[in-house]
């Protein structure tokens, strides 16, 4: 079965940095791209971040690029997500999502307020 | 930019009548690899997203068979053929770059 498991949300100044992790099991990482998407509190889905299986493809959307680095490490089967100069619309609960099996994680929520 | 369009944006249904939702791009979905990369997801309240459908008219791994995709081009469909309890909450498609619609949400009349 496949599992995600997000982690390293909370509360931060604006400003401020973070870094979200993903974990991930029941399926060969290294093979599939993967993918980190958020929902703001009440809204719809928007797509932050992908990355190629070996890492040589990134893509942000244009709210993030800049800010945000997505990068993933197949030995430990993880997926980053590098959050600089947060801003108070990047509150939301952030999900880490393989396209390959569909499957997504529980999600974990990102504030920044002062 | 593509645009997803969902309609409606509500929808209340009696339980065991039948349900649809449209999804419409801005652009054709049909890839240069022949395929047509466009998902719906069901999200409940207070849950993660779970893919139901890709590629169009796939069904994921134990998504009951009430659930249907279909379309092509620029106009795709997500129809549930006989609405039970658990089927509320908002669905969303999406399409291959990750473009999702804003979303119908599904309640029980």
């Known amino acids: 079965e496949v599992q995600l498991v997000e982690s390293g949300g909370g509360l931060v100044k604006p400003g401020g940095s973070l870094r979200l992790s993903c974990v991930a099991s029941g399926f060969t990482f290294s093979t599939y791209s993967m993918n980190w998407v958020r929902q703001a509190p009440g809204k719809g889905l928007e797509w932050v971040s992908s990355i190629s299986s070996n890492s040589n493809y990134m893509y942000y959307a244009d709210s993030v690029k800049g800010r945000f680095t997505i990068s993933r490490d197949n030995a430990k089967n993880s997926l980053y997500l590098q959050m600089n100069s947060l801003r108070a619309e990047d509150t939301a609960v952030y999900y880490c999502?393989?396209?390959?099996?569909?499957?997504w994680g529980q999600g974990t929520l990102v504030t920044v307020s002062s | 930019d593509v645009v997803m369009t969902q309609s409606p944006l509500s929808l209340s249904v009696t339980l065991g009548q039948p349900a649809s939702i449209s999804c419409r791009s801005s652009q054709s979905l049909v890839y240069s690899d022949g395929n047509t990369y466009l998902n719906w997801f069901h999200q409940r309240p207070g849950q993660s997203p779970r893919r139901l459908i890709y590629?169009?008219?796939n069904r994921d791994s134990g998504v009951p068979d009430r659930f249907s995709g279909s379309g092509s081009g620029t106009d795709f469909t997500l129809k549930i053929s006989r609405v039970e309890a658990e089927d509320v909450g908002v669905y969303y498609c999406m399409q291959g770059t990750h473009l999702f619609g804003g979303g119908t949400k599904v309640e029980i009349k």
């Open positions: 999502a393989d396209d390959n099996s569909g499957s």
């Open positions: 590629k169009v008219s």
